[in-house]
């Protein structure tokens, strides 16, 4: 009888969550492990919610990979018998004479097969009047796009990882020796070690601390603000009413509509400064405030 590989997969986060699952259904045995827990609250990908859309851009990959994940999201939901995407629609704002990135996103949304709408700047006042739409001249409407439930989801991915016979286990990875090679087992901060025959790291802003040499400073997480807001009853803000919005002219801005009760979202996503994922202090800027 053929023994099955062994995998260990480090990080239980989006990258690393959907590789041990995936890994597991192609007949491996799969060891998934996190330090903090999967939608954890220091993770990239624990955040309350993600937007999904396919508007980046010229020549970008992107859009094609987000069309493919739109329908494996459904296929997922279907099966699993939860909702996991919020379909709001996305909205992009665009202003003359600075819609390079609108204009070639347009071209890859029609080659990915992206269902779509260029909207004038009437009909996108028509349909929300809500937004404060000084400075745009059109805009890209997704219908399909919207925002996921990122740290339900990542949870729930774990959980089917279980269910499906993978073993989890919340635990820190010993970063010494790492890259020296000289390593038959991976030292666990709980003083045991785990051996595999394949080891996966998937661990987003802590790679550069787990091999300084080979990663370091080649990645560099940094801070960005993000706000949720409580509006007034009657406001329509929430997702009875609104889109995922972004603005892409002179910052990148975003919002979201009221989920699950936890207010309106709204971030900029504009590189912010370096940032200490474990030890860093994790409140909103008196700049970014004022911005």
Same mark, same amino acid.
């Given at each position: 009888?053929? !023994? =099955?590989? &062994?995998?260990a997969?480090?990080?239980?986060?989006?990258?690393?969550? %959907?590789?041990?699952?995936?890994l597991?259904?192609?007949?491996?045995r799969?060891?998934?492990?996190?330090?903090?827990?999967?939608?954890?609250?220091?993770?990239?990908s624990?955040?309350? !919610?993600?937007?999904?859309?396919?508007?980046?851009?010229?020549?970008?990959?992107?859009?094609?990979?987000?069309? &493919?994940?739109?329908?494996?999201?459904?296929?997922?939901?279907?099966?699993?018998?939860?909702?996991?995407?919020?379909?709001?629609?996305?909205?992009?704002?665009?202003?003359?004479?600075?819609?390079?990135?609108e204009?070639?996103?347009?071209?890859?949304?029609?080659?990915?097969? !992206?269902?779509?709408?260029?909207l004038?700047?009437r009909?996108?006042?028509?349909? %929300?009047?809500?937004?404060?739409?000084?400075? +745009?001249?059109?805009?890209?409407?997704?219908?399909?796009?919207?925002?996921l439930?990122?740290?339900?989801?990542?949870?729930?991915?774990?959980?089917?990882? +279980?269910?499906?016979?993978?073993?989890?286990?919340?635990?820190?990875?010993?970063?010494?020796?790492?890259?020296?090679?000289?390593? =038959?087992?991976?030292?666990?901060?709980?003083?045991?070690?785990?051996?595999?025959?394949?080891?996966?790291?998937?661990?987003?802003?802590?790679?550069? =601390?787990?091999f300084?040499?080979?990663?370091?400073?080649?990645?560099?997480?940094?801070?960005?603000?993000?706000?949720f807001?409580?509006?007034?009853?009657?406001? =329509?803000?929430d997702?009875?009413?609104?889109?995922? %919005?972004?603005? &892409?002219?002179?910052?990148?801005?975003?919002?979201?509509?009221?989920?699950?009760?936890?207010?309106?979202k709204?971030?900029?996503?504009?590189?912010?400064?370096?940032?200490?994922?474990?030890?860093?202090?994790?409140? +909103?800027?008196?700049?970014?405030?004022?911005?």
């Open positions: 009888m053929k !023994t =099955k590989r &062994h995998v997969v480090v990080g239980a986060g989006a990258f690393g969550g %959907w590789t041990a699952l995936y597991l259904r192609s007949g491996a799969v060891t998934l492990l996190d330090v903090w827990g999967a939608g954890n609250s220091r993770a990239s624990g955040g309350e !919610t993600r937007v999904i859309r396919g508007t980046y851009g010229p020549n970008s990959p992107y859009t094609a990979m987000a069309e &493919h994940a739109l329908k494996l999201w459904h296929k997922h939901e279907k099966e699993w018998k939860r909702q996991f995407l919020i379909r709001t629609g996305v909205l992009w704002m665009a202003a003359s004479g600075e819609d390079s990135f204009r070639g996103s347009v071209e890859m949304l029609r080659r990915a097969g !992206t269902k779509y709408e260029e004038s700047v009909a996108i006042n028509k349909r %929300w009047p809500q937004i404060n739409l000084e400075g +745009v001249n059109w805009g890209i409407y997704e219908p399909a796009g919207g925002y439930i990122a740290r339900i989801i990542c949870q729930a991915v774990a959980e089917r990882f +279980v269910a499906e016979g993978g073993e989890y286990r919340q635990v820190a990875v010993s970063s010494e020796e790492l890259e020296t090679g000289k390593w =038959k087992n991976l030292a666990l901060a709980d003083g045991s070690a785990l051996a595999a025959d394949l080891y996966v790291f998937a661990c987003g802003p802590w790679l550069g =601390k787990l300084p040499r080979t990663i370091g400073d080649r990645l560099r997480p940094t801070k960005q603000d993000v706000f807001f409580g509006p007034p009853a009657g406001e =329509k803000l997702v009875q009413y609104l889109p995922v %919005w972004a603005d &892409h002219r002179d910052r990148f801005r975003y919002g979201i509509p009221g989920n699950q009760g936890r207010g309106f709204i971030a900029d996503d504009t590189r912010g400064p370096l940032f200490d994922p474990t030890a860093g202090e994790r409140v +909103v800027s008196a700049d970014g405030l004022r911005a």
